[in-house]
């Protein structure tokens, strides 16, 4: 991993690229244009591939960020006629639920602690009382601590209330696999800028072809409806407006480095070595992890701050950022925490220097002790 960038982006999204993805930037490309064309279907095929679907699924890009997908799906999938029940233990639960209120989505909601993943059996009792109840949403990796929810299991029990799951796969999609045999799916969704480390700027749904012809006439939004832009874009070519044609291209680059490494295995056992280095140091150092062992992802982990009356999140951030690393805020709501990336083009030596800069920042702003104190979490 050479070409060290100005800075490392410690944060799940957008995150460090390569130079390489950068670099396949430098192109101006027309929307019409067939190379361009071409393009959107080797990233098309690119991210079937990384799926791991057979041909009874399709994707369909959308231009935004990450949220924008979760809004066409829920939107286009649920829309009108459905009704869906959310299941939510952090801040992109609670996202899906405002997608709903804002696109008028009949909805109910299954609500565990931040810290806790919720279970099967509280799946299959819901759908069990509601017949109403057409779709469920999860969200793989809880990225508001970093929580691994529990998709497989719960998708087994949506599939025996013959019910259809959506899948918000954005912090995990490539790395963290889910094989639609075991995990059957109607829907999963990600974006260009987390584990398959393109830029952002396009979202997709891998979705079965069969729910989203279903789907049509379903979608209160325009922009949104991925019926549209399916069926434009199989007729045409195209996409249906401006498409983002440099993160196109630059994720094209960026899919060809994920074969290139080994998929996801490689990259599950290279981000995996990234928070094992991260986790294993902080320890050392005295700082403590809000999850036990068995519930951090090797995508984010939410860090205790040192309870010492020095410490103050934005100088902190800033101390670290002189050193060469972007680092994210908790996004807890009980107790203060920060949030450090394993994800992106970087590998564990460079965590370890980043173990090294965020010791560095805090003593810079006088912090010393960085245990949490006698906090109820993990210090391992
Ligand atoms: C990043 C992320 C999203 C999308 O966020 P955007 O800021 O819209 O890109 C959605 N869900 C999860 C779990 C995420 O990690």
């Not at 109840?133 to 999860?138: E, G, L, N, Y």
């Not at 796969?169 to 969704?189: E, R, T």
């Not at 952002?200 to 979705?207: C, E, H, I, K």
Request: charged fraction near 20%.
């Amino acid at each position: 991993m050479t070409n060290r960038p100005e800075h490392y982006l410690l944060t799940p999204g957008p995150l460090t690229t390569s130079m390489r993805v950068k670099e396949a930037m430098l192109t101006d490309w027309g929307s019409w244009d067939e190379d361009f064309q071409a393009l959107t279907r080797q990233m098309r095929a690119g991210v079937c591939k990384a799926a791991g679907v057979d041909d009874s699924y399709t994707c369909v890009p959308l231009q935004g960020s990450g949220t924008f997908a979760v809004e066409a799906a829920i939107s286009t999938l649920v829309g009108r006629t459905g009704k869906l029940l959310v299941l939510i233990n952090g801040a992109y639960g609670e996202r899906i639920v405002k997608i709903c209120t804002c696109a008028g989505i009949a909805y109910d909601t299954l609500t565990t602690p931040e810290t806790q993943a919720a279970s099967a059996e509280q799946v299959d009792e819901i759908l069990h009382n509601d017949p109403n109840i057409t779709h469920v949403a999860i969200v793989q990796c809880e990225t508001s601590i970093g929580i691994m929810n529990k998709t497989e299991e719960i998708a087994q029990t949506v599939k025996a209330h013959n019910r259809r799951l959506i899948i918000d796969a954005m912090s995990a999609f490539g790395v963290i696999q889910l094989d639609p045999v075991k995990v059957p799916y109607d829907a999963i969704i990600a974006s260009a800028n987390k584990c398959l480390e393109g830029v952002p700027g396009a979202g997709f749904v891998v979705v079965k072809t069969d729910a989203l012809k279903a789907s049509k006439g379903n979608c209160p939004s325009l922009s949104l409806d991925l019926v549209d832009q399916w069926e434009y874009m199989e007729k045409t070519g195209q996409w249906r407006f401006t498409p983002p044609t440099h993160v196109i291209s630059a994720f094209i680059q960026a899919l060809d480095e994920y074969e290139a490494e080994g998929g996801a295995k490689a990259r599950l056992a290279r981000y995996t070595l990234n928070k094992d280095t991260l986790v294993a140091e902080m320890r050392a150092a005295g700082f403590q992890t809000l999850l036990p062992d068995e519930d951090l992802s090797p995508i984010i982990v939410t860090f205790l701050a040192p309870d010492e009356d020095a410490y103050e999140f934005k100088a902190f951030y800033q101390a670290v950022k002189e050193r060469g690393f972007l680092i994210y805020p908790g996004k807890m709501t009980e107790v203060e925490s920060f949030r450090i990336g394993c994800i992106g083009h970087f590998d564990h030596t460079i965590m370890r220097e980043a173990v090294t800069a965020i010791q560095g920042g805090l003593r810079a702003i006088g912090v010393t002790n960085f245990s949490a104190g006698q906090l109820n979490s993990h210090a391992g």
